[in-house]
């Protein structure tokens, strides 16, 4: 079960953290990540985190967003700093697993940017 927190309004420059915390140990996952979809299109790779610490990211987020896991606390964070307008949608969290490679989402949250 994947738990998922952190977004809001903020005006445009602002910043947000999105949380998304796992039931179990990250370490039976493969990889942790971001997505973002927007109504009528299909999710979007934001950012993710290997077990291993490697990360990627979608080129319009490069240098703003960054990605972060916690091993203590079972969770994969998201902060999304010079936020702007265009980064208003729905983020979900994803996490496939070391075990059948099995993806699973957590709930979405809204990000809104004001202009």
């Known amino acids: 079960q994947l738990q998922a927190c952190g977004g809001g309004l903020v005006q445009a420059g602002g910043s947000l953290r999105l949380s998304c915390a796992a039931s179990?140990?990250?370490?039976?996952?493969?990889?942790m990540g971001w997505y973002r979809q927007r109504s009528g299109e299909q999710r979007d790779l934001v950012a993710d985190?290997?077990?291993?610490?490697?990360?990627q990211y979608k080129d319009s987020v490069n240098g703003r967003f960054t990605i972060s896991r916690d091993n203590v606390k079972n969770t994969v964070y998201l902060q999304m700093n010079s936020l702007k307008p265009e980064d208003t949608v729905v983020y979900y969290c994803?996490?496939?697993?070391?075990?059948?490679?099995?993806?699973?989402w957590g709930q979405g949250t809204q990000v809104t940017v004001s202009s």
């Open positions: 179990t140990s990250i370490f039976n996952f493969n990889r």
């Open positions: 985190i290997t077990s291993s610490s490697t990360t």
């Open positions: 994803n996490v496939v697993t070391k075990i059948f490679n099995r993806a699973y």
